[in-house]
């Protein structure tokens, strides 16, 4: 019934919000392809890269590991710990860059299928490798991104791998890039994508389409910041049955919604260049939430959010709230029952619509969870919580008595003086009208500055890709790291065996220009 179950029953229930598993990246995008979508490809791993080996806090990305397949199956870069290895990542990057985008050749139907068996190999390997170490993850998600027919494409992984044990890989998803630009920034998000069980596989094959666009690739990146562990509800809303008594069946006992809380966007407060950074620097919590703090700590006792009154949506001033906006979804804790997932869904899809009907707020009071011996409780936080025309509430932390600082608001007189009046006015009509605020048409430079932060001088790590000829996918180079793993042999099949050995062998080496052999246990 529950068909994630088989993937994640030995996943900690204790897994902290922010950590997310190890992530496998297979390229599958053959020529004449490729010199399509390259450099949009390797601007958006660029720019998602310098955001997630920045961020300050606990890691919210491990492990990650690329591979290509074209003619054969490429080991671009091993697995590697992605904070604060921006050096590493990129070399990477430069490395896609330099891969052959022009000429044509027929791809081995087999070559994908050996990419995902030699990075699932390699995941397991590393596990065992760094056993002295605690390991918070033990399962893996793999990404196939390719330019033919996503369809086929899952059909030949369902094919493919059907003789292969799966039981360590938590996600298989496939994503199609398409020659036109998709609008998404509001659309469904990756998490949301259609799916279709595998009986023979035993596990979910993904599957989504973002355009061949930087924006939309980034977009799909940047979903691997978010929260994807679905081994329990993160908050539980509680709604008084007499004041919602329309929607609740629980008589006189509070009606629970539960939820799943997720990140609206990322702190400046925790990335260095931003003028909220330069305030925090040696705050490593940064600027996150008290709640979305409270929320991860525990699996033993939901953090709760009591619901005290309502108030008219006109009522509240902007300037009383602070901190980030979060958001409120319905669960999709795999350990519920369908029925109660159904169930609650329902209720919040009729919260969300009344609130909207009525033009109310919520006003709502966050239980602490229990302190320990000897430790007080601390002070209760606020929020408001406010409806959307989506399957989501916004939830803002809203000031109390004792934060309040006085201040003076002169009401606004009927009219200024005329002449004031003209000029304003004229220099209004000047600026250009927007009917609604885009962010992603406004840029900071970010990405830039993040990316210049992480560069040495000694410039032992960059060699200056454009000046290098481009090269063939699989050609020999004497510059590389050796990935210390070796894949587990692979049974050939009767036909093509020196080929198939060939293919194999290519993902034995990573390419990384003018560095010394590492082990993986000395990677941070």
């Given at each position: 019934?529950?068909h994630?179950?088989?993937?994640?029953?030995?996943?900690?229930?204790?897994?902290?919000?922010?950590?997310?598993?190890?992530?496998?990246l297979?390229?599958?995008?053959?020529?004449?392809?490729?010199?399509?979508?390259?450099s949009?490809?390797?601007?958006?791993?660029q720019?998602?890269?310098?955001?997630?080996?920045?961020?300050?806090?606990?890691s919210?990305?491990s492990?990650?590991s690329?591979?290509?397949?074209?003619?054969?199956?490429?080991?671009?870069?091993?697995f590697?710990?992605?904070?604060?290895?921006?050096?590493?990542?990129?070399?990477?990057?430069?490395?896609?860059?330099?891969?052959?985008?022009?000429?044509?050749?027929?791809?081995?139907?087999?070559?994908?299928?050996?990419?995902?068996?030699?990075?699932?190999?390699?995941?397991?390997?590393?596990?065992?490798?760094?056993?002295?170490?605690?390991?918070?993850?033990?399962?893996?998600?793999?990404?196939?991104?390719?330019?033919?027919?996503?369809?086929?494409v899952?059909?030949?992984?369902?094919?493919?791998?059907k003789?292969?044990?799966?039981?360590?890989?938590?996600?298989?998803?496939?994503?199609?890039?398409?020659?036109?630009?998709?609008?998404?920034?509001?659309?469904?998000s990756?998490?949301e994508?259609?799916?279709?069980?595998?009986?023979?596989?035993?596990?979910?094959?993904?599957?989504?389409?973002i355009g061949?666009?930087?924006?939309?690739?980034?977009?799909?990146?940047?979903?691997?910041?978010?929260?994807?562990?679905?081994?329990?509800?993160?908050?539980?809303?509680?709604?008084?049955?007499?004041?919602?008594s329309?929607?609740?069946?629980?008589g006189?006992?509070?009606m629970?919604?539960?939820?799943?809380?997720?990140?609206r966007l990322?702190?400046?407060?925790?990335?260095?260049?931003?003028?909220?950074?330069?305030?925090?620097?040696?705050?490593?919590?940064?600027?996150?939430?008290?709640?979305?703090?409270m929320?991860?700590?525990?699996?033993?006792?939901?953090?709760?959010?009591?619901?005290?009154?309502a108030?008219?949506?006109?009522?509240?001033?902007?300037?009383?709230?602070?901190?980030?906006?979060?958001?409120?979804?319905?669960t999709?804790?795999?350990?519920?029952?369908?029925d109660?997932?159904?169930?609650?869904?329902?209720?919040?899809?009729?919260?969300?619509?009344?609130?909207?009907?009525?033009?109310?707020?919520?006003?709502?009071k966050?239980?602490?969870?229990?302190p320990?011996?000897?430790?007080?409780?601390?002070?209760?936080?606020?929020?408001?919580?406010?409806?959307?025309?989506?399957?989501?509430?916004?939830?803002?932390?809203?000031?109390?008595?004792?934060?309040?600082?006085p201040?003076?608001?002169?009401?606004?007189?009927e009219?200024?003086?005329e002449?004031?009046?003209?000029i304003?006015?004229?220099?209004?009509?000047?600026?250009?009208?927007?009917?609604?605020?885009?962010?992603?048409?406004?840029?900071?430079?970010?990405?830039?500055?993040?990316?210049?932060?992480?560069?040495?001088?000694?410039?032992?790590?960059y060699?200056?890709?454009?000046?290098?000829?481009?090269?063939?996918?699989?050609?020999?180079?004497?510059?590389?790291?050796?990935?210390?793993?070796?894949?587990?042999?692979?049974?050939?099949?009767?036909?093509?065996?020196?080929?198939?050995r060939?293919?194999?062998?290519?993902?034995?080496?990573?390419?990384?220009?003018?560095?010394?052999?590492?082990?993986?246990?000395?990677?941070?």
């Amino acid at each position: 019934m529950h068909h994630r179950r088989s993937l994640g029953s030995g996943f900690s229930a204790a897994t902290k919000i922010n950590q997310q598993p190890p992530r496998l990246l297979i390229v599958h995008i053959p020529l004449p392809s490729w010199a399509d979508i390259c450099s949009n490809l390797c601007e958006a791993l660029q720019n998602f890269f310098s955001l997630a080996c920045s961020l300050m806090g606990p890691s919210r990305m491990s492990l990650f590991s690329l591979y290509m397949v074209q003619n054969q199956h490429e080991c671009i870069l091993p697995f590697v710990q992605v904070k604060e290895n921006f050096v590493r990542l990129q070399a990477c990057i430069s490395e896609l860059r330099m891969l052959q985008r022009e000429g044509y050749f027929r791809p081995q139907s087999i070559s994908l299928k050996l990419a995902v068996e030699d990075g699932l190999q390699q995941f397991k390997q590393y596990s065992r490798h760094v056993t002295g170490a605690t390991l918070p993850y033990t399962f893996l998600e793999i990404t196939v991104l390719t330019s033919h027919p996503g369809k086929e494409v899952v059909k030949q992984l369902e094919e493919g791998l059907k003789d292969i044990d799966l039981g360590r890989v938590r996600r298989l998803q496939v994503v199609e890039v398409t020659k036109g630009i998709l609008e998404q920034m509001d659309s469904e998000s990756p998490d949301e994508a259609g799916s279709d069980e595998n009986p023979i596989l035993g596990t979910d094959i993904d599957l989504q389409t973002i355009g061949n666009d930087v924006i939309d690739m980034e977009i799909f990146f940047k979903a691997w910041l978010h929260n994807s562990e679905t081994d329990q509800e993160h908050i539980h809303l509680l709604l008084p049955a007499q004041t919602f008594s329309n929607i609740s069946r629980a008589g006189d006992n509070p009606m629970c919604l539960k939820c799943d809380l997720q990140e609206r966007l990322l702190s400046p407060s925790l990335l260095p260049g931003t003028a909220d950074g330069t305030l925090r620097m040696d705050d490593p919590k940064g600027d996150i939430s008290t709640l979305y703090q409270m929320a991860s700590q525990s699996s033993s006792s939901h953090y709760k959010l009591q619901v005290i009154k309502a108030l008219k949506s006109s009522g509240l001033c902007e300037s009383l709230t602070y901190g980030l906006p979060f958001i409120l979804r319905p669960t999709s804790c795999w350990q519920l029952d369908w029925d109660e997932l159904e169930t609650n869904q329902q209720h919040f899809h009729a919260l969300c619509h009344s609130l909207l009907k009525r033009e109310w707020l919520l006003l709502a009071k966050g239980e602490p969870l229990s302190p320990g011996h000897g430790q007080r409780v601390p002070a209760s936080t606020f929020y408001v919580i406010v409806p959307s025309c989506s399957l989501t509430l916004l939830v803002k932390a809203i000031a109390t008595r004792e934060l309040l600082l006085p201040n003076v608001f002169p009401l606004l007189p009927e009219a200024p003086p005329e002449d004031s009046l003209k000029i304003v006015e004229s220099t209004l009509d000047r600026l250009e009208l927007e009917p609604t605020y885009n962010p992603l048409h406004v840029k900071s430079h970010l990405y830039s500055y993040l990316s210049n932060a992480f560069a040495k001088p000694q410039g032992r790590f960059y060699t200056g890709w454009e000046t290098r000829t481009p090269r063939k996918a699989g050609q020999s180079q004497t510059n590389r790291v050796r990935a210390t793993v070796v894949p587990l042999p692979v049974t050939p099949g009767p036909c093509g065996t020196s080929k198939m050995r060939a293919a194999r062998n290519a993902s034995l080496e990573t390419r990384l220009p003018s560095q010394p052999e590492e082990e993986y246990s000395s990677q941070p």
